[in-house]
């Protein structure tokens, strides 16, 4: 029995060190030689400061001026990722649904007037799994291009070129729908069409 206690002992011992310690650093250190840029959070900066990271969903709301990212259910907080957890068949996911569909209405129909319920992306209000998602459907980008457009006094064509320059096809949509990150849509758009 003691010989089994101190065989247990000795494989607890070197199962921490190598998969609590070595494994661990062995891994950030691969990171760091073969993609830095992802394994420092893909921080983006522009004139020397952080505006954000490529792959982490920012909250823009509240200025009409930008793309605005998908629903968030932890606000938009990097720190606090989560989802709602709430299944298709539940009534307040149906709910939470309605009102974000009459929301993104309100705000984009005045600008796009034939907008109707039945042409909002399922994107643009429903969030995603970790609720910080950094991208949006081009679908969502083309209705919100009227707004931004119409915001900064812009033509819509030279807001919609900017949508396709950073329109992402992963991989010509075998995996998913062709996306456009906010992040750098807007700072495209600040740089190009300063307001």
Do not use: C, K
């Not at 989802?83 to 009459?102: E, F, H, K, M, T």
């Not at 679908?139 to 329109?167: C, F, K, N, Y």
């Amino acid at each position: 029995m003691l010989r089994q206690l101190r065989s247990s002992l000795l494989a607890v011992i070197v199962l921490t060190v190598l998969l609590g310690l070595v494994y661990p650093l062995a891994i950030t250190g691969l990171a760091q030689v073969l993609w830095p840029y992802q394994a420092n959070g893909s921080r983006v900066e522009r004139a020397g400061r952080l505006v954000g990271s490529q792959l982490i969903g920012q909250d823009f709301r509240g200025d009409p001026r930008y793309f605005q990212s998908r629903p968030s259910v932890s606000a938009d907080d990097p720190a606090a990722t989560e989802a709602s957890d709430l299944g298709p068949n539940s009534a307040r996911l149906s709910l939470q649904i309605r009102a974000r569909v009459r929301a993104f209405l309100l705000r984009e129909a005045p600008y796009d007037p034939g907008l109707i319920a039945a042409a909002v992306p399922a994107d643009a209000v429903t969030a995603s799994g970790s609720g910080v998602d950094p991208d949006i459907s081009t679908a969502d980008a083309a209705i919100q291009a009227h707004r931004v457009a119409a915001v900064r006094g812009l033509p819509l064509a030279a807001v919609m070129r900017l949508v396709d320059e950073h329109t992402d096809g992963l991989a010509g949509g075998l995996f998913g729908p062709d996306s456009v990150n906010v992040l750098a849509l807007n700072l495209a758009l600040d740089q190009a069409h300063a307001p």
